[in-house]
Nanobody
Framework: QLQLVESGGGLVQPGGSLNLSCAASGDTIDYTAIGWFRQAPGKEREGISCISSGGTPNYVDSVKGRFTISRDNAKKMVYLQMNSLTPEDTAAYYC????????????????WGQGTQVTVSS
């Protein structure tokens, strides 16, 4: 079982950038995908990006071209670089690991961090 801790959230102006980090402990991340999710107030949690164990990224359309996911297995870290932020990106952001190790359409994620808040406002 992985323990995941997110960091890097905060308040940023529209058009700004943030780099979220997901630190893993308790097991290696070498063989598992890691996903990023977010939940805005009053909305359901949604998967936004996932990176496979081999480093292949995928993104939902709403963040494609603005967000970049990356991983450093040696450091047991996964990152989400977020650029051109808009107020619609305001949410709590979570990283998570899937039970079966694959991105699989953002389902089957079982190990979750506690989240980090991102607020985009002028």
């Amino acid at each position: 079982q992985l323990q995941l801790v997110e960091s890097g959230g905060g308040l940023v102006q529209p058009g700004g950038s943030l780099n979220l980090s997901c630190a893993a402990s308790g097991d290696t991340i070498d063989y598992t995908a890691i996903g990023w999710f977010r939940q805005a107030p009053g909305k359901e949690r949604e998967g936004i990006s996932c990176i496979s164990s081999g480093g292949t990224p995928n993104y939902v359309d709403s963040v494609k071209g603005r967000f970049t996911i990356s991983r450093d297995n040696a450091k047991k870290m996964v990152y989400l670089q977020m650029n051109s932020l808009t107020p619609e990106d305001t949410a709590a952001y979570y990283c998570a690991a899937p039970r079966r190790g694959y991105c699989s359409g953002y389902v089957g994620f079982v190990d979750w961090g506690q989240g980090t808040q991102v607020t985009v406002s002028s």
